[in-house]
């Protein structure tokens, strides 16, 4: 089977906002960026060359507004059904993230006060329902979705099998991507320990790069070596009790 590309569609700034069009025997959009970014993202599509009619399947990485803001748009304008985690339902069906956000440092405390992350994106409903590892062969690409939780409860990865990872808010570019190839948190978290987890999970398939939301695509080797760093300090925040994380039947954030 031939070699899947994996091309980023810059929605905001140059790489502060990404999402992706993987093309295989058939392409298939990965994000769908903030409210209103829909015809963009149409339009680049288009420039790569792709008949956005053709697009197979629109994947949401997790329910935060800026990544699924347009999949209803972009449900509209090119058909294709979208696949989002059944345990992020709640945001996409009513187009509201799960608030309070979690920061993860001082970056996330202070774009917390941005009134965009808080508007309510138009709801969608997604008709691919992701519960476990699925293939994306009968989608026209050679790779599957991969749950990836922690940074959502419904968080996803895409993994192709040349093996490019496609992370969505796994791991990010440092200060929203504005310090390129440099690992780091992207601004919240709603369980950081557990979107450690997964992260380690995936680094131990061996990807050959981290394709993410927010920034460029990152070196796995560097990740590793970051990850190990983050374990230590999370540790520590832990045995600190200053650890929060989201408590699942409340949505609201919580220490342990």
């Not at 993202?41 to 507004?65: F, K, M, N």
């Not at 509209?76 to 993230?97: C, E, F, I, K, S």
């Not at 230590?232 to 200053?242: E, F, I, V, Y």
């Amino acid at each position: 089977m031939s070699r899947t590309k994996v091309v980023p569609i810059p929605v905001l700034g140059r790489h502060a906002v990404n999402a992706y069009l993987l093309l295989g025997r058939r392409p298939v959009i990965v994000d769908a960026g903030t409210p209103g970014s829909g015809r963009k993202i149409y339009d680049r599509i288009t420039a790569h060359g792709v008949d956005p009619t053709d697009v197979s399947l629109i994947v949401l990485t997790h329910g935060h507004i800026d990544h699924f803001g347009s999949a209803a748009e972009l449900h509209r304008l090119t058909g294709a059904p979208v696949a989002g985690h059944v345990a992020d339902l709640g945001p996409y069906r009513t187009g509201r993230v799960r608030e309070p956000y979690l920061p993860t440092g001082p970056m996330g405390r202070l774009m917390d006060r941005n009134k965009n992350l808080h508007v309510r994106a138009e709801p969608v409903e997604p008709g691919v329902l992701v519960s476990g590892r699925t293939s994306l062969e009968d989608f026209g690409i050679a790779g599957r979705i991969m749950p990836t939780p922690g940074h959502t409860a419904g968080s996803v990865s895409v993994l192709t099998d040349d093996g490019d990872l496609v992370a969505g808010d796994l791991i990010a570019n440092s200060f929203m991507g504005l310090i390129p190839r440099r690992p780091a948190n992207p601004p919240f978290h709603d369980d950081r320990r557990q979107n450690l987890a997964s992260l380690r999970a995936m680094l131990a398939l061996g990807p050959g790069a981290l394709h993410v939301g927010h920034g460029t695509a990152l070196d796995p080797d560097r990740v590793r070596r970051w990850a190990e760093r983050e374990h230590d300090r999370l540790s520590r925040l832990d045995s600190a009790g200053r650890l929060s994380r989201r408590t699942p039947d409340t949505g609201r954030g919580s220490h342990r």
